[in-house]
């Protein structure tokens, strides 16, 4: 066997961090792999809702953790003396494009040991993150991904645009679409069109909804939305028709409240994450009651989940055009210390990385 190409020592990243309250790109040297974690050369990453609010609630700043979790890039590398699996079971190799899942199993909690599910999922490239996920996020030149991790396999025919809101909205909007069960004929309502508005908006057309609306304050959002599949755009606060389903990923920015009262005798409401500035929700028990209506939350985001959402790309992207909805790239070193969010037009900022990120590193497992 060939000595490794290069002693992991001298592999560095350049990391998107926040430190004490200030976020800036550093230059860090990767911890040499352990079995079966997965080094990846990252292509594209973007910040999504959850680095505005880590950043924002940046409440233990003496660990520092590499930032974002929507992302495509390559594997370079994968530790020796353990297999690494896609959550498909597919085995990874170096040169395949992989994106991967918000949360990580913890794999000590009572739900990982039993397999049914991890009660306190990591949340990678947000939570201060323990040692070997510090460097698992996705605004980095190179990640370094846990055994652990929920990795898909990015197929040929969707490209690197595309994939990357895979791993974090898209697969969340698949848990909250899974909650919400079949949409065939119903009328759906979906608060906010923010990314996650617009990909469940998509996905409610897609599976044959009799109707789908949304409900958003930004009128370039509103216009967005009928892009992608909505028949109907109001403001909130607007009289709405009456729901079979309404799924709320406002984030919890008030509309909720009064889209409560258009849910449809045997209505479902599902709640997806509540963002740091979710309102308290006030229920109507005697309407939930009269009216059979039932409100839930979303299993939390797994592989399939994660697997959900590259095939619904996959399957859609010819059609909608997902990449339209990115920023044009910008480079890891002109994100100051103000990270870049969507303005406009775009759901999404993206930040690009050089085309040979590996360069320095052997493209051969070590
Ligand atoms: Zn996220
Ligand atoms: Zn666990």
Same mark, same amino acid.
């Given at each position: 066997m060939p000595p490794a190409a290069a002693p992991a020592a001298t592999t560095t990243t350049r990391a998107l961090m926040v430190h004490s309250g200030v976020v800036g790109a550093v230059t860090l040297p990767v911890p040499a792999l352990q079995p079966g974690q997965v080094r990846v050369a990252m292509r594209l990453a973007s910040p999504c809702g959850c680095v505005k609010d880590a950043i924002a609630s940046?409440?233990?700043?003496?660990r520092a953790t590499a930032l974002g979790h929507e992302g495509v890039g390559t594997i370079e590398a994968i530790g020796r003396g353990g297999d690494a699996a896609a959550a498909d079971g597919t085995l990874l190799a170096p040169g395949m494009r992989i994106v991967w899942g918000r949360a990580c199993p913890c794999r000590q909690c009572g739900g990982c040991t039993q397999g049914t599910g991890c009660r306190r999922p990591i949340a990678l490239g947000v939570d201060m993150a323990p040692d070997d996920c &510090?460097? &698992? *996020? @996705?605004?980095?030149t190179r990640a370094l991904l846990p055994r652990a991790a929920v990795i898909a396999v990015v197929p040929p025919s969707v490209p690197d645009p595309v994939a990357v809101p895979a791993g974090c909205a898209v697969a969340t909007v698949c848990a909250v679409m899974e909650s919400a069960g079949s949409l065939v004929g119903k009328r759906v309502l979906v608060i906010g069109a923010g990314m996650q508005g617009l990909v469940a908006v998509a996905m409610a057309a897609e599976e044959g909804a009799g109707s789908v609306t949304i409900v958003e304050p930004d009128p370039q959002r509103r216009l967005r939305a009928l892009e992608f599949g909505a028949d109907a755009a109001l403001e909130p606060g607007a009289g709405f028709g009456r729901a079979d389903v309404i799924v709320d990923v @406002? *984030? %919890?920015? %008030? &509309?909720l409240a009064d889209a409560m009262d258009a849910l449809a005798h045997g209505g479902v409401l599902v709640l997806g994450r509540a963002g740091r500035n979710r309102r308290p929700l006030t229920v109507d028990a005697g309407l939930l009651a009269a009216r059979a209506v039932t409100v839930r939350g979303a299993p939390p985001v797994s592989g399939r989940h994660v697997l959900a959402a590259l095939d619904f790309l996959a399957a859609t992207h010819a059609a909608r055009?997902? %990449? @339209?909805?990115?920023?044009p790239p910008i480079a890891l070193?002109?994100? *100051? @210390?103000t990270l870049p969010y969507a303005e406009g037009r775009h759901a999404r900022a993206l930040v690009a990385f050089g085309s040979s990120p590996g360069a320095s590193a052997g493209q051969s497992a070590v």
């Open positions: 940046n409440v233990s700043p003496s &510090a460097f &698992a *996020g @996705s605004i980095v @406002s *984030g %919890g920015d %008030g &509309a055009d997902w %990449g @339209s909805l990115l920023a070193d002109q994100v *100051g @210390s």
